[in-house]
């Protein structure tokens, strides 16, 4: 029998919370403790329409929050300025973040990196949480290995707020690990309409799509001389990024530092 964790959510009415809550409803031992939403302050998660029915207060002040709830772990899916607040919060407070928001800056990270040795408390940090996503990574990874040439597309729907997604950021790291820094194209290339070619990371490229119709795709292309490789996941549904949820709650109770992408927490 496992032991009970107790969660507090911050983002329920979202198009990630309201799945991470389903996820909490159906998981034994996973017990919502509280939300953090912008509105519905003092009223519980079974009083807003659509939610599931669990008895959990709402809080719109997260110092409130911390302050009364006994929680584990913070599952943050809110936006990149509330996501920073909330994790920087849990750490002073010694609950665990499991952060899904994306758009963090290296500052924050480094802040967020910092809270967590100075309060030993762990925090992970996930890009993506569909495990066929860090797969993807892993294995642009290892081609950079062999393919120095390179381009990331990433397309996501059209309500996302950052870009490049925080998949493409930690994709382009994991291949600046992997390959020498190079610039490519042709070095007298110009671009007629601003930004035809895209973000430059470390001399690549990264591209990001937002249409009506997409959930989260990614495409890495390497190429070389007489061949193109590509590397592609697609999520369909935002199911997909369950499990890597919940994987990422039950791993974070056993960390006491910082862990930023699940790739590290997989065997
Ligand atoms: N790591 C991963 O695998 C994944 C990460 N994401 C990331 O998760 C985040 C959420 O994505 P998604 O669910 O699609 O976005 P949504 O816009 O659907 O949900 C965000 C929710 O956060 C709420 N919110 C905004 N400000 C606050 C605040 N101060 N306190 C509490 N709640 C707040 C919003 O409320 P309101 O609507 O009232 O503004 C909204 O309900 C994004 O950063 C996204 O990039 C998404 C998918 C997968
Ligand atoms: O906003 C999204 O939807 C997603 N965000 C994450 C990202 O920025 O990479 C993960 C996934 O791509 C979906």
Do not use: W
């Not at 860090?134 to 294995?139: A, P, Q």
């Not at 549904?237 to 974070?252: C, I, L, T, W």
């Amino acid at each position: 029998m496992s032991h009970t964790i107790n969660i507090m959510l911050a983002g329920p009415r979202g198009k990630m919370g309201a799945e991470a809550l389903k996820l909490i409803e159906r998981t034994d031992h996973f017990h919502l403790v509280a939300c953090l939403d912008r509105k519905y302050d003092g009223m519980k998660v079974q009083d807003i329409e659509g939610l599931p029915a669990l008895d959990a207060p709402i809080y719109t002040n997260p110092n409130h929050a911390f302050d009364q709830v006994n929680a584990d772990v913070l599952i943050d899916l809110t936006n990149p300025e509330a996501g920073y607040e909330h994790t920087r919060l849990a750490l002073l407070h010694q609950v665990r973040p499991v952060v899904g928001t994306s758009g963090f800056t290296d500052d924050q990270l480094n802040t967020i990196k910092q809270l967590s040795t100075d309060y030993e408390t762990g925090v992970v940090i996930a890009p993506n949480f569909a495990m066929g996503a860090v797969l993807m990574m892993r294995f642009s990874q290892m081609a950079a290995k062999y393919f120095s040439d390179v381009e990331i597309i990433e397309k996501h729907h059209d309500q996302k707020l950052d870009a490049p997604s925080g998949t493409a950021v930690k994709t382009a790291q994991l291949i600046q690990e992997s390959r020498p820094s190079q610039s490519q194209g042709h070095p007298n290339e110009t671009e007629t309409i601003d930004g035809a070619r895209g973000a430059d990371y470390d001399g690549f490229k990264i591209h990001s799509v937002r249409l009506p119709g997409y959930i989260a795709e990614q495409e890495v292309t390497f190429g070389q001389a007489g061949q193109t490789l590509k590397i592609t996941h697609s999520s369909t549904d935002r199911y997909s990024f369950m499990s890597g949820v919940h994987f990422a709650v039950e791993q974070v109770m056993q960390q006491d530092d910082y862990v930023y992408g699940l790739e590290n927490l997989m065997e």
